[in-house]
């Protein structure tokens, strides 16, 4: 703070960012983020401006700003919060929501917020459907992702949105990167891009705006921009994989800025020209109750772990 000069206007800088070699203040910090973004949109062929786009919102700092930054840039864009019912002694889902609530009215004049309760919805929220003793905070973590993909498509599809979108950023998009090649897991690999296509078994394309920032970028356009975020992370995010991951991505890029950014793009890159050829993605059927596509004949993951049978089912409390 203050050592470097804006690069535009020579007042003090906010963010020194040394793998693009650019500090700026906070008025053209923010101008930089906004229009990086946009370029980014159009790059990767996200939506266009006629487009309906649904903002998955956490109450964190990366889905906040980007709903503000889409709205800034003339977007239709609206939020969905989905309540997972997260308590953990810390009231998480609840206090989340407050922060989302409390934004919605600060974003542009008739712009939605959409709030899904799943409790209200599916009779029980993540941790009852993920079990409580059963598999720990992995499963509950897979659980809690299964969930959000299926409520984000449904509710994209029947409010008739053209895209959804995540606050996904570098820092996330890397440590994924990461841990698919240590697994060479290609299914996942040839499936991690910026933007995902609609297909023809319903799934709404889903776009992450913001991958090309690090997260101490999109920390700190929150802060010049005066978002009020949830700064606790899901009390379920300790001890998880992708932090160790982060870790070490981290301290290469302390050693050498800019290895993130280059690791994601290169990746980028090679998939575009066909890293693997001949891969063919599995075959995919609607599912029988709410025609989302599956890998499996009959009922989706979603659909049977929400069929009311579960609740009592004995499989569902070991
Ligand atoms: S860390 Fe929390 S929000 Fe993230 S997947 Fe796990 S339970 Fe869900
Ligand atoms: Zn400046
Ligand atoms: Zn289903």
């Known amino acids: 703070m203050g050592v470097h000069r804006c690069r535009k206007c020579a007042a003090d800088s906010v963010i020194n960012m040394p793998q693009h070699r650019l500090a700026l203040c906070a008025e053209h910090f923010m101008e930089w983020v906004e229009k990086s973004t946009l370029d980014f949109i159009e790059k990767h062929r996200m939506f266009e401006p006629e487009d309906r786009v ?3 919102v956490s ?3 990366d889905s906040l700003s980007l709903w503000r930054i889409l709205s800034k840039l003339g977007f239709h864009a609206d939020g969905l919060y989905i309540d997972l019912g997260i308590d953990a002694g810390c009231a998480y889902s609840k ?5 989302v609530r409390k934004f919605a009215r600060t974003v542009s004049p008739g712009v939605e917020l959409h709030v899904l309760d799943l409790s209200s919805v599916y009779g029980r ?3 009852e459907m993920a079990g409580r003793r059963a598999g720990g905070r992995k499963k509950l973590c897979s659980v809690c992702g299964l969930v959000k993909r299926h409520e984000m498509n449904r509710v994209a599809r029947e409010l008739g949105y053209q895209v959804i979108v995540t606050g996904h950023n570098l820092d996330d998009e890397a440590a994924v990167l990461f841990g698919n090649t240590l697994r060479w897991d290609v299914e996942y690999l040839v499936r991690q891009a910026p933007v995902l296509p609609a297909d023809d078994l319903g799934l709404v394309k889903r776009a992450k705006p913001l991958a090309r920032f690090y997260e101490r970028e999109t920390a700190a356009y929150a802060i010049v921009s005066n978002i009020d975020y949830i700064q606790d992370e899901c009390p379920f995010s300790k001890g998880a994989t992708s932090l160790r991951l982060k870790e070490v991505l981290n301290s290469m890029e302390n050693g050498s ?6 690791f994601y793009y290169s990746f980028l890159r090679a998939r575009q020209k066909g890293i693997f050829p001949g891969y063919d993605r599995p075959a ?3 599912c029988e109750k709410c025609g989302q596509a599956t890998g499996i004949p009959g009922l989706c993951a979603f659909c049977r772990l929400t069929a009311p049978e579960k609740a009592t089912s004995p499989a569902n409390c070991g």
């Open 284 to 286: 995919l059927q609607a």
């Open 59 to 61: 109450g964190g700092k």
């Open 125 to 127: 929220a993540v941790p």
């Open 54 to 56: 649904l903002v998955a």
């Open 95 to 99: 206090r989340s929501a407050e922060y």
């Open 257 to 262: 800025p800019g290895t993130k950014l280059q």
